[in-house]
């Protein structure tokens, strides 16, 4: 990515002291810009080959189905112009719905669900748009202070034309009351970008009776750039 064409205040500060880790492992000296030689693209194309039959409905995993609100998220992948990101490899996870993520250091006194592993991954299509099926995730406790909770959130992983270009951000359900309190939303300074995190209900995608849709577009590039590095 190139970092010129991003709006100061879109990606979260490096350093931010109500998020307390990042006084311990932000960088206190200038950043350095790498001029590589040539472009990395010697490297692994992801291809729709290591996609697995369930991999982008995370409520399939298991002996049978997990417990929560199941919902659909859908969005597109696109540049500061508009121009879908096509064939582009995504990874999302997640905690469950009682705020428990599938992870041995996540020791917090909620229940696993046997059928939930909140892991999964899709590509864009010609249109970059992509779709998972999964259940809303529940809020959870994090230790940077006495009464910290998280909001309701998904992680994606976005990839490039190799896996060497790898970007990750967060998608964060509207209306949350958790926004005001947690500093890694609260680490963009920009209050325009912090909502550009919120997903939009979709009655669009909403299936049904089945379960309800969401919207999330991420935009990479511009004055619109989804925030990264969260």
Same mark, same amino acid.
């Given at each position: 990515m190139n970092f010129d064409v991003i709006p100061s205040g879109v990606y979260p500060e490096l350093i931010y002291p109500p998020y307390k880790s990042t006084l311990k492992r932000? +960088?206190?000296? +200038? @950043?350095?810009? #790498? *001029?590589? !030689?040539? +472009?990395?693209?010697?490297?692994?194309?992801? &291809? +729709?080959?290591?996609? @697995? /039959?369930? !991999?982008? !409905? @995370?409520?399939? *995993?298991? *002996?049978?189905? /997990? %417990?929560?609100?199941? #919902?659909?998220?859908? $969005?597109?992948?696109?540049?500061? $112009? $508009?121009? /879908?990101?096509?064939? &582009?490899? %995504?990874?999302?996870?997640?905690?469950? &719905?009682a705020g428990r993520y599938w992870h041995k250091k996540d020791q917090h006194d909620a229940p696993l669900d046997p059928n939930f592993y909140g892991i999964g991954k899709m590509m864009t299509d010609d249109d970059g748009r992509y779709r998972f099926v999964t259940i809303k995730p529940g809020p959870y406790p994090w230790g940077n202070h006495e009464k910290a909770w998280r909001p309701a959130h998904i992680h994606f992983s976005l990839f490039g034309n190799v896996y060497a270009q790898r970007l990750v951000t967060q998608m964060y359900f509207p209306s949350d009351p958790l926004f005001d309190y947690d500093p890694i939303f609260q680490s963009i300074p920009d209050l325009a970008a912090r909502q550009r995190l919120i997903s939009r209900y979709s009655l669009e995608h909403t299936d049904s009776d089945k379960m309800l849709g969401y919207e999330f577009d991420i935009v990479l590039r511009g004055r619109d750039a989804t925030p990264m590095g969260i």
């Open positions: 932000g +960088p206190t000296r +200038p @950043l350095l810009r #790498i *001029h590589a !030689d040539q +472009p990395v693209q010697d490297n692994v194309i992801a &291809s +729709p080959r290591i996609l @697995l /039959p369930n !991999d982008m !409905d @995370l409520t399939a *995993h298991g *002996h049978g189905a /997990p %417990l929560g609100e199941k #919902i659909v998220v859908t $969005g597109r992948v696109v540049d500061e $112009g $508009g121009k /879908p990101v096509r064939n &582009s490899l %995504l990874e999302v996870w997640q905690c469950n &719905s």
